[in-house]
């Protein structure tokens, strides 16, 4: 079969098996992208730019951005050629092995507990900015909704993505008009920073490109359509593009670097004036919900998948693993041992290394052992060695300097 990208209307070979009752529409899937990416990343990048700068911000986001939307489509195709619905965890399992499947399983644990902890630390600090209640109460509140919905299953997911997304998207682009238009923003804000201080802040870029894990779920809601499987990927990855370099831009050219908050939208808010405080931080809580949703519905899924724990569906069973995936983050929230930023920070150090080598392994072997020969393919410059030797290797030196700033060998990036 041709490695060139073509797009098919039907599956050809073998047929996937039955539709699930829950399918997804196509803006539904593009918003499970968005809203998953959207989340704490969003808020945290301008303050952990604030050494380097927009500029080399804005290279990591082009460039991070770019192999990312790669890599996830690898996992697009491994799961179109796989007859079985399954997640990362499972996919490793088939096409890597077992040693594959659990260090994927650690890298969704690590990356999910990672970020929903900074989802709780952040709503806490916004709805106590916003009303005055205690951060813990304010993390509560956040957390009925967020679980809720998180319970209710793929399909009340995609919905709840849909109309929140939409929503988000209207409001950052009534706040970036405004920032626009404010007379003491300062476009030359934007070339301030040092470039020396540049590769942490790949690290918290690698993060807010989190959706990877999101695509074998929105597989199983495009099982009816899965031609329009890699369309949305590159929709959604377009639009996350758009709305993470417009939040900075606007951040910092308003407040400078020396000015912002850890989570941005506190400052940004209070540099336009009353209103744009309550709507700069009512988008910030929908971008952690939706974040929510779609890596704590991941995180869920794959802990029935490494476990084995039959369908997903089961009430019981459901709520069991919902409680695993939501109590933890919350009780290390409040624990002190770590910040907002960092727990973004390590958690994509961890996941990013494994996220850049498992999809080249998995779609290797989905080529060589998978069920099906799907309507699409990755093309064949996409798969070239040398861009999944650069993918690695990227990641790999990420973690290095990691490993060494947190043991005091290098200056801290924030």
């Known amino acids: 079969m041709s ?4 797009f098919s209307p039907v599956l050809t070979g073998r047929e996937r098996t039955a539709v699930p009752t829950k399918s997804l529409s196509f803006i539904e899937g593009v918003s499970m992208i968005v809203g998953t990416n959207i989340g704490a990343g969003v808020l945290s990048i301008a303050y952990a730019s604030s050494k380097a700068g927009f ?18 489509l690898y996992v697009a195709e491994s799961t179109l050629r796989t007859r079985k619905h399954l997640q990362l965890s499972g996919l490793s399992k088939r096409y890597v092995g077992g040693f594959g499947a659990l260090m994927m399983f650690l890298s969704v644990c690590v990356n999910s507990v990672g970020a929903l902890t900074a989802y709780m ?15 813990a109460l304010g993390s509560v509140l956040f957390f009925v909704p967020a679980a809720g919905v998180l319970y209710l299953g793929l399909k009340a997911i995609g919905r709840g993505e849909k109309f929140i997304s939409i929503g988000m998207v209207v409001m950052i682009s009534v706040l970036v008009i405004a920032t626009l238009l404010k007379e003491t923003t300062r476009v030359g804000y934007l070339l301030d920073g040092n470039w020396l201080y540049m590769v942490p802040v790949f690290n918290v870029v690698a993060f807010c490109f989190s959706a990877q894990y999101i695509v074998p779920e929105m597989a199983r809601g495009f099982a009816d359509k899965p031609e329009k499987l890699p369309r949305a990927i590159m929709v ?13 831009l606007s951040v910092i050219s308003l407040n400078g670097l020396d000015n912002i908050s ?18 700069a931080n009512l988008f910030a ?8 949703w779609g890596l704590g519905g991941s995180f869920l899924t794959n802990i029935f998948d490494q476990f084995r724990l039959g369908n997903d569906e089961q009430p019981a069973r459901r709520l069991m693993v919902l409680l695993v995936v939501a109590i933890p983050p919350f009780v290390l929230a409040y624990s002190g041992m770590v910040s907002f930023v960092n727990a973004l920070y390590f958690a994509g150090v961890f996941s990013g290394v494994i996220l850049s ?12 052992r998978g069920d099906l020969t799907p309507g699409w393919t990755c093309p064949a410059w996409m798969t070239h060695p040398l861009i999944q030797c650069f993918i690695v290797l990227l990641y790999l030196c990420s973690a290095v300097y990691a490993i060494a700033s947190a043991v005091g ?4 990036g924030w």
């Open 262 to 279: 850890d989570v941005a939208t506190i400052s940004w808010g209070r540099a336009l004036g009353e209103w744009a405080f309550f709507s």
């Open 55 to 72: 500029l080399p911000l804005l290279f990591w986001l082009v460039l991070v951005g770019s192999l990312t939307t790669v890599t996830m």
């Open 236 to 248: 959604g990855m377009a639009l996350t593009f758009a709305l993470l370099a417009l939040v900075p």
């Open 409 to 412: 060998y290098l200056p801290a």
């Open 121 to 135: 630390t952040g709503s806490g600090k916004l709805l106590h900015s916003l009303f005055g209640i205690s951060p």
């Open 357 to 368: 080598i498992m999809p080249i392994l998995m779609l290797k072997g989905a080529r060589q």
């Open 285 to 292: 809580l929908c971008a952690m919900l939706t974040s929510y």
């Open 3 to 6: 490695e060139n990208s073509t």
